[in-house]
C-alpha cells in the first residue's frame, strides 16, 4: 500500500533543500499562467476591423508661405502644371535619340554585368 507520510516527508525534504530551485519554478510556472490568460484575453477585446486606406483629396484652404532667407531664391516655384504629354518642342530639347555606338556601347556593358553576376555558371 502506499505511505503517504513518507510521501510527505520526502517532498517537506526537497522543499527545504531546493528553496531556490522551486522558488525560481513558481515564478516561471506564475508568468507562465499570466501569459497565457493574457493571450486569450487580448485578442477578443481587438476586433476592430481595419478600414483600407483611401487617400483624401488636396483641397488648399490658405496660400501657401514660402520661407523668407537666402536659401530660397525668389523665383522659387511650388508646384507646376501637369500635361499629358510633350509637345514636339519639349521633345527635341529633351529626348536624345542614342546612335549605333551608343547602343553598343550600352549592350557590351550589360553583358559584362550579366556574366558578372553569373560568374562560371553553366
Given at each position: 500500500m502506499i505511505d503517504f507520510s513518507q510521501i510527505v516527508e520526502n517532498a517537506q525534504d526537497f522543499l527545504?533543500?531546493?528553496?531556490?530551485?522551486?522558488?525560481?519554478?513558481?515564478?516561471?510556472?506564475?508568468?507562465?499562467?499570466?501569459?497565457?490568460?493574457?493571450?486569450?484575453?487580448?485578442?477578443?477585446s481587438n476586433k476592430s476591423e481595419?478600414?483600407?486606406?483611401?487617400?483624401?483629396?488636396?483641397?488648399?484652404?490658405?496660400?501657401?508661405?514660402?520661407?523668407?532667407?537666402?536659401?530660397?531664391?525668389?523665383?522659387?516655384?511650388?508646384?507646376?502644371?501637369r500635361t499629358d504629354g510633350w509637345d514636339e518642342s519639349e521633345v527635341e530639347r529633351w529626348l536624345v535619340r542614342p546612335d549605333a555606338a551608343a547602343i553598343e556601347k550600352l549592350?557590351?556593358?550589360?553583358?559584362?554585368?550579366i556574366s558578372e553576376i553569373t560568374g562560371a555558371a553553366p
Open positions: 527545504s533543500e531546493q528553496k531556490k530551485a522551486v522558488l525560481i519554478s513558481a515564478i516561471l510556472v506564475l508568468f507562465f499562467c499570466a501569459a497565457l490568460i493574457v493571450l486569450t484575453i487580448a485578442p477578443a481595419v478600414e483600407p486606406y483611401r487617400p483624401e483629396p488636396f483641397i488648399a484652404d490658405q496660400e501657401l508661405l514660402l520661407p523668407q532667407g537666402p536659401s530660397v531664391p525668389q523665383s522659387y516655384s511650388v508646384g507646376r502644371q549592350s557590351s556593358a550589360n553583358d559584362a554585368m
